[in-house]
C-alpha cells in the first residue's frame, strides 16, 4: 500500500513535494528506489517499486528533454543486460510504464533501445521476457506515433512483436481468461494500438514504394 500511495504522491503532487527536499534527500531517495529493485525477490512488489521509479523518471525529464535521472538510464540498460531475469523484467517495466525515459538523448540511445528489444523478444527460454518486451515495444511505438523515420527504423520487429502479439490474443482471448481480459484490458487494448499504428504504417510504406 505504501508504494502505491507514494506512487499516486509523485504523479499527483511531484511539483509540491520532490523540489522542496534537500538534494542529499533526492539523491538518496534515488538511489535506494534502485536498490530496493536490485533486493527484492517478490516479483509483484518489485513491479510496485518499478512503478514508482517509471513515475518518478517521468516527472524529473525536463520541458526541454533533459533527464535529470542520469543514473536511472544507467540501471535500465544494466539492468537489461543482467542475467538476472529479475532485473530484466524491472528495466521492461519500466520503461512500459515510461518509454519517454531517454528524454532528449532518445534518437543518440535508438540503436540501444532497439537491440535491447530485439534481444528480450527473443528470449525462448523466458516468456515474461518476451511478453514484457512486446508490451514495451507496443507502448514505444505509440509514445512515437509521428515519428515516421523511427517506424522505419523499427521496422524488423515487426515480426516478432506481431508473434508475441497473436500468442497473446490466442492464449488470453482464446482460451476464455475472463478475469485477465477484464483486469488487463486496458494493457491489452495498448499493445493493440501500438501494433495497429505499427502495422499501417508499414503495410502504406510498403504500397507507397
Known amino acids: 500500500m505504501a508504494a502505491v500511495l507514494l506512487r499516486r504522491l509523485l504523479s499527483s503532487a511531484f511539483d509540491e513535494v520532490y523540489p522542496t527536499l534537500p538534494s542529499d534527500v533526492q539523491t538518496a531517495i534515488?538511489?535506494?528506489?534502485?536498490?530496493i529493485i536490485q533486493m527484492e525477490t517478490q516479483s509483484s512488489m518489485r513491479k510496485k517499486i518499478c512503478d514508482i521509479a517509471a513515475e518518478l523518471?517521468?516527472?524529473?525529464?525536463?520541458?526541454d528533454g533533459n533527464n535529470q535521472w542520469p543514473e536511472g538510464l544507467k540501471f535500465l540498460f544494466d539492468s537489461v543486460s543482467s542475467q538476472n531475469m529479475g532485473l530484466q523484467e524491472a528495466a521492461l517495466h519500466i520503461f512500459w510504464n515510461f518509454p519517454g525515459i531517454f528524454g532528449n538523448q532518445q534518437q543518440h540511445y535508438l540503436d540501444v533501445i532497439k537491440r535491447m528489444l530485439v534481444q528480450c523478444m527473443q528470449d525462448q527460454e523466458h516468456p515474461s521476457i518476451r511478453t514484457l518486451s512486446a508490451r514495451a515495444t507496443a507502448a514505444f511505438i505509440l509514445a512515437n506515433e509521428h515519428n515516421i523515420a523511427l517506424f522505419k527504423h523499427f521496422a524488423d520487429l515487426l515480426p516478432g512483436f506481431l508473434q508475441m502479439f497473436l500468442i497473446l490474443a490466442w492464449f488470453r482471448l482464446g482460451t476464455g481468461d475472463q478475469l485477465y481480459i477484464k483486469t488487463r484490458k486496458k494493457n491489452f487494448v495498448i499493445q493493440v494500438v501500438g501494433f495497429c499504428h505499427f502495422y499501417k504504417f508499414l503495410a502504406f510504406d510498403e504500397m507507397t514504394v
Open 30 to 35: 534515488k538511489s535506494e528506489l534502485v536498490m
Open 57 to 63: 523518471a517521468r516527472n524529473l525529464i525536463y520541458e
